[in-house]
């Protein structure tokens, strides 16, 4: 069945459809993915295909981003003989021959009709020997079918990958051999076309769409062939921020759909929301054909590194042969937090990786495409200069001059952010910050000197800018949207050209000699990590140089083990293929989280393993890891720290384990030990630091703190020396709620989680069950209690009210006891009303 752009109205595609179930596949079994890309008609025998097909894992999150090391490979390196580890070894197999690929063949083998001619994204044979495992001992990238289902109804299959993927479970080494000639020959059979891209950014202040948006999206220009439309502060409400459920992302999707070109007939391709930042990507009906791999992800960067109140969306997918990814992020606000934004930038760009539908290729990050368009509001100030004189230079238009105040420049310049990027340049007055419904500057109390916060960079080949201008007639924000019209040169395939390069590599793959056994040198093959703390990552890498056989690699399991690793320790990529005389590096990525610090800090487990590198018809190569842990309070239960006396770091290992592993119950029986603290004294030093200093700060506990001093205070904390503590409010109040995460216990028990949820309606109730919680928990509730009490006597000036501080706080002391799984919706709000009693009455 072929499609064309023809099949693909805007009337099946905007709105987007419900998802459906295969049960509600229609009788005569053609049916429609409408999904949130672009629709494909399937028959039900295709459609039973992809549904089984093997797609990328899960996103990793890292709340760090480092600077790799790369040392070289030494090709003299022999491989050591690790006798000892003969249990860990496997028979090496026979060397098989690879099956010919068959060019005229319809059915079985490679048909390369169905091959992506792109030859990105190269999808390769999913392991056999992983079909007959459980799901517990998968690699690390597998998909459950549930995930597999969510994924195929994302529609971020599209009708020119259909043929491709259909054929995905087909492909073999040699496939792969193949798509990997095809992407270094690629100028062989592509040609660069121009399209124009729209790309436009508007933070709207929380308000919904009063007037058309046709004077920003369409007025004045051609139709565009592209629509990348963003916006921030879609909804400020506590609903949006919790529950991350709004009605204005259909009300400004419906708006945007209104005011595109009338001169053309689009498709919408992708809608991504985190909580207020919104991405919208449309293309031309006849263009939908040649999108494809559509994929996108969600970095939040507010406190605890995640909430989605700051942060950024992005859209990647192939256009024709040429990678794109869009990115519309909403940055740290307030003049003064300059490093906080260069901080957020940073994290966007570490932490937003597409998995790929090759689960043997790494993700890609934001700088592995081709072109990158970034938008948003970046909320880069003028500094350094009075509110008057800020609006005199704009009054007499003297842009040039104000411009060398703005703060993004000045941080472009210092190549802190955006290094490689372009900016046009800036000929229209700043977009910020005016009186809503007028074109006047700030009147209120904070009278906020304008600036230009709202901003669209790009950064790669054949990219021309053809304007670049706000939009004054739009009054419904305090800040004024933003476009920008580009010509991109898309690289577009030759079919014939394509075939010919084809049949080319086909012909030299015939002559090669497939029978020797791979082998691969490794410039490193040991590795140590020391003093490795909370949350820090450490990064030790190591280059693979293969020889003269094309060759699979991949990290397995050790005998009786689930995975390929410990929790705490991952390969980046963990699997991958490598051609003759190629090289690949390899970051083995160290990080201990709240998961893992606490049978660290106890000895149950330590900085040990062994990695086995395994190449597919080769041999297995032994890696050992090892290191040192540093124990720290995160991770480190109530009770045990309530017997610490001195910091952790004073202690020796033999007490730090033995207090760590003391069981809950015989707190009260203090006999052997020293007599014990009523709250740990970390969680003193942290209340009282806030208590002293922080009661009237402004969005306490909603505005996150600088990564490197939450590290100063995780140090301080652990080694005692708090009063040299220099840190921000937010830094502190962050740490303090990722202290609070980091429980293994909850400071209300999980045993006590379900009937707190039954009488999280009746005060008198709840307060009893508080009382039947440990000694030492107990001490820690009615704590915090007092110190949040403490707090809202301040609302008037830190903003603060029960309700904030009950959904902040209410997922962090209640957890669900099951498989420690996240709240669910009606369980979250149960959790905060339980919490919003103490915080409303007497203790």
Not at 470 to 480: C, I
Not at 528 to 541: D, H, I, T
Not at 701 to 727: K, V
């Amino acid at each position: 069945m072929a499609i064309t752009g023809d099949d693909v109205s805007l009337d099946q595609i905007v709105p987007v459809s419900r998802d459906f179930t295969l049960e509600e596949v229609p009788p005569d079994g053609e049916i429609y993915i409408l999904g949130s890309d672009v629709t494909v008609q399937l028959d039900t025998a295709e459609l039973s295909l992809i549904f089984q097909l093997p797609f990328g894992s899960q996103t990793r999150m890292f709340l760090h981003e480092v600077a790799r090391a790369c040392p070289g490979f030494d090709s003299a390196t022999r491989d050591p003989e690790f006798l000892w580890l003969t249990r860990y070894r496997r028979p090496e197999p026979e060397p098989e021959l690879p099956t010919p690929l068959d060019c005229n063949s319809a059915a079985g083998g490679s048909n390369f009709d169905g091959l992506r001619p792109d030859g990105k994204g190269l999808p390769m044979d999913q392991n056999p020997s992983d079909q007959d495992k459980p799901e517990s001992l998968q690699p690390r990238q597998n998909k459950s079918k549930s995930q597999i289902t969510d994924m195929v109804r994302s529609s971020t299959i599209t009708v020119s990958d259909k043929a491709h993927i259909l054929s995905m479970q087909k492909f073999g080494l040699r496939d792969t051999i193949v798509k990997s000639h095809l992407l270094q020959k690629e100028e062989d059979y592509t040609y660069i076309q121009n399209f124009r891209f729209f790309v436009g950014t508007y933070n709207v202040n929380g308000q919904s769409p009063k007037e058309c948006l046709r004077p920003w999206l369409s007025e004045g220009i051609e139709a565009p062939d592209v629509y990348c439309v963003g916006f921030q502060e879609l909804d400020l409400s506590k609903e949006a921020f919790f529950f991350h459920d709004t009605p204005k992302e259909e009300e400004w999707f419906k708006a945007v759909s209104e005011g595109l070109h009338p001169d053309a007939k689009y498709a919408k391709v992708k809608l991504i929301r985190l909580v207020g930042i919104m991405l919208l990507l449309y293309v031309k009906r006849e263009h939908a054909a040649y999108i494809s791999e559509v994929e996108a992800e969600t970095v939040g960067t507010g406190i605890m590194g995640r909430m989605g109140n700051k942060g950024g969306v992005a859209i990647r997918f192939q256009f024709h042969n040429t990678s794109i990814c869009v990115v519309n992020s909403h940055l740290a606000a307030h003049t003064e937090e300059n490093a906080r934004r260069n901080q957020d930038y940073k994290d966007i760009c570490s932490r937003m990786q597409f998995y790929q539908l090759d689960p043997s290729l790494p993700p890609l990050t934001i700088s592995k495409h081709d072109v990158i368009l970034w938008l948003g509001d970046l909320n880069y100030r003028i500094e350094n200069m009075d509110v008057e004189k800020v609006k005199k230079l704009i009054e007499e238009k003297d842009f040039q001059t104000l411009y060398e105040y703005d703060q993004l420049k000045i941080q472009v310049d210092k190549k802190t952010v955006f290094e490689g990027f372009t900016e046009g340049e800036l000929t229209f007055q700043p977009t910020y910050k005016y009186d809503t419904g007028s074109d006047d500057w700030d009147t209120s109390e904070k009278c906020r000197a304008p600036a230009w916060c709202d901003r669209i960079l790009w950064k790669g080949k054949n990219i021309t800018q053809l304007s670049y201008q706000s939009h004054m007639a739009l009054k419904t924000s305090d800040h004024k949207p933003v476009h920008s019209l580009f010509d991109i040169g898309v690289r577009v395939i030759n079919d014939e050209l394509y075939r010919k390069t084809l049949e080319e590599i086909v012909r030299s793959l015939d002559k090669m000699e497939n029978a020797n056994i791979p082998s691969v040198s490794l410039s490193k093959r040991e590795f140590c990590f020391q003093n490795v703390k909370y949350m820090q990552l450490q990064v030790e890498s190591f280059t693979i140089h293969n020889g003269q056989v094309p060759c699979h690699f991949e990290f397995i399991n050790k005998p009786d083990e689930e995975s390929y690793c410990k929790q705490w320790l991952n390969a980046n990529p963990s699997r991958g293929f490598l051609l003759p005389d190629s090289d690949i590096e390899i970051e083995l990525e160290l990080f201990v989280n709240k998961t893992t610090a606490t049978k660290l800090n106890s000895g149950e487990d330590k900085i040990e393993d062994i990695l086995v590198l395994h190449l597919d018809r080769g041999k297995d190569y032994f890696l050992p890891v090892s290191g040192n842990y540093l124990p720290s309070c995160f991770g480190s239960p109530i009770h045990t720290l309530c017997y610490m006396r001195e910091p952790i770091l004073d202690l020796p290992l033999e007490t730090i384990s033995k207090l760590t592993l003391m069981p809950i119950q015989t707190e009260g029986n203090g006999s052997q030990l020293e007599r014990p603290l009523e709250i740990p004294k970390e969680l003193w030093m942290m209340v009282d630091y806030l208590y002293r200093n922080a009661v009237q700060q402004e969005d306490l506990f909603q505005q996150p703190g600088l990564r490197s001093e939450f590290e100063h205070i995780r140090d301080y904390l652990d080694t005692g020396m708090i009063d040299n503590l220099s840190a921000s409010n937010h830094s502190v109040a962050e740490a303090l709620l990722l202290f609070l995460e980091s429980l293994p216990e909850p400071v209300i028990c999980y045993s006590a989680y379900h009937n707190c949820l039954e009488c999280s309606g009746n005060y008198t109730a709840s307060k009893q069950v508080i009382s039947t919680l440990p000694t030492f928990h107990n001490n820690v509730f009615k704590y915090l209690m007092a110190f949040l009490q403490e707090l809202l006597k301040n609302s008037a000036k830190n903003h603060l009210d029960e309700n904030i501080l009950a959904s902040i706080f209410g997922s962090l002391l209640l957890r669900n006891p099951a498989g420690h799984q996240k709240l669910d919706m009606m369980e979250k709000k149960k959790a905060q009303e339980f919490i919003h009693q103490f915080l409303c009455n007497p203790l």
